[in-house]
T-cell receptor, first 112, second 115 residues
């Protein structure tokens, strides 16, 4: 699976949009971008995933650049409960490659 | 719908002992994954079980082992415990064979402390 690079930490004001970048310059054609988050000492929670098109769900939006070498997770109206470590993960969908390879993630702190 | 459950919540052992951790997947999920999150380190993949078989294994020594039962619940065993085995052990479950979509649902974890 391709490796990802994320900033170690970010702050965002409550109510503003939080934009979390992820670099995955070695991504290959059959690899998806997944985002998970982990609130302190809890199990990670799935947020969103995508291949090449932008995606949106009730939690967030995922913007993937045209060359697919980077992406941005957008939390449109951040709340204090969004304070967590956010992981950007790239993996292919082939059977047998089901594991998630977590990096160090971005620690997002929402400031009141 | 009940989520992934793990037991015990906390486990304290001494060096050299064995630890057994348990996981119950979401109903209908056939795959169970184990991850280790040691203090200061990221989540590291340990084991993947599907339909009772070990399908993949992370870079961990053989004293980390497990099994999956016919009801798809799973057990992680750690033998000859070492101090560095102290960590949060997370279990996740998912459906398999769903193409690109493989959302893994995580349990709350078992915090293992080795003294």
């Amino acid at each position: 699976d391709a490796k990802t690079t994320q900033p170690p930490s970010m702050d965002c004001a409550e109510g503003r949009a939080a934009n979390l970048p992820c670099n995955h310059s070695t991504i290959s054609g059959n690899e998806y971008v997944y985002w998970y988050r982990q609130i302190h000492s809890q199990g990670p929670q799935y947020i969103i995933h995508g291949l090449k098109n932008n995606e949106t769900n009730e939690m967030a939006s995922l913007i993937i650049t045209e060359d697919r070498k980077s992406s941005t997770l957008i939390l449109p109206h951040a709340t204090l409960r969004d304070t967590a470590v956010y992981y950007c993960i790239v993996r292919n969908s082939n059977f047998g490659n089901e594991k998630l390879t977590f990096g160090t993630g971005t620690r997002l702190t929402i400031i009141p | 719908e009940a989520g992934v459950t793990q037991s015990p919540t906390h486990l304290i052992k001494t060096r050299g002992q064995q630890a057994t951790l348990r996981c119950s997947p979401i109903s209908g999920h056939t795959s169970v994954y184990w991850y280790q999150q040691a203090l200061g380190l990221g989540l590291q993949f340990l084991l993947w079980y599907d339909e009772g078989e070990e399908r993949n294994r992370g870079n961990f020594p053989p004293r980390f082992s497990g099994r999956q039962f016919p009801n798809y619940s799973s057990e992680l065993n750690v033998n000859a415990l070492e101090l560095e085995d102290s960590a949060l052990y997370l279990c996740a479950s998912s459906l398999v064979g769903t193409g690109s979509y493989n959302e893994q649902f995580f349990g709350p974890g078992t915090r293992l402390t080795v003294l």
